[in-house]
């Protein structure tokens, strides 16, 4: 194996998002060094754990290396078999979780899946029902439900829209629509008529035009929608027009849409709603 290659591996007893979160986080440290990550979840087990084991073990063998292995497994025999192996283990839960049994001065549940699992199933609720919301009104669809909406996110095409509004009702519960900017609507220098009656709502997105060229060849190559001259104009015409209507807007080329979301929380003052 290239000697600035690791193996690693991030297991869970549940869905493995807080484990896959928080090794992504912590490898990405280390750019030099190019990371095999093989996610591992619902390993609730023992069973399971000595299937993940021998996966671990071969990995050792066919590398030379000993993987790297982040964990967050409640169970303590689960948890044995998993360090038992020919890895480097890193204990995700442990590092936390016993200095908080310290300062709060009690034991912790020991529970499996409490972060991401039903227990809470009206939060649950709250992020399907902002999900839906979210899909009904992509793309300007369904203007006539924006008083629902929390925010709109206005843009124009392909600057990221879609997806940070799914992230916002995933994540946040949040009602999140987005409206789509068009030519004709461009050229009259001014927000929508449909927009201007829930400006308060208003968030916008914009990109780097050369990026935002690049999206467009690779998704619908089309001559005129996809050129040079294009996309300047649109992301022209769209900052002039967020600034002229004191509309807040985020450059969404260098920004993952997790850094998007939690942004817009920020800059609007909306809360999670569950």
Known sequence: MDPQSRNAF???????VTAEALGNSLLSQFPTVRFNIEILPFIDSQVKANRAVELINQANVESGQKPIVFATLV???VRGVISRSDCEFFDLFDTFVNP???????????KVGLSHGMSNAQGYTARIGA??????TDDGIETRSYRRAQIIIVGVSRSGKTPTCLYLALQYGVYAAN???TDSELDSNRLPEVLEAHKDKLFGLTIDPFRLQQIRQERYNRASYAS???????VAQT????????VMFLNSTQMSVEELGAKIMQKTGLKRQY
Do not use: K, W
């Not at 991030?10 to 869905?15: A, G, K, N, P």
């Not at 908080?100 to 020991?110: F, I, R």
């Open 179 to 181: 409206y789509p900017l």
């Open 10 to 16: 991030i297991i869970s007893d549940r869905t493995a």
């Open 228 to 234: 040079a001259r294009q996309c300047q104009y649109e």
């Open 75 to 77: 169970d303590d025999d």
């Open 131 to 136: 999900m839906n919301y979210a899909l009904e």
């Open 100 to 110: 908080l049994e310290l300062v709060l001065g009690t034991e912790s549940s020991h």
């Open 239 to 246: 900052e002039a027009i967020f600034r002229r209507s004191n």
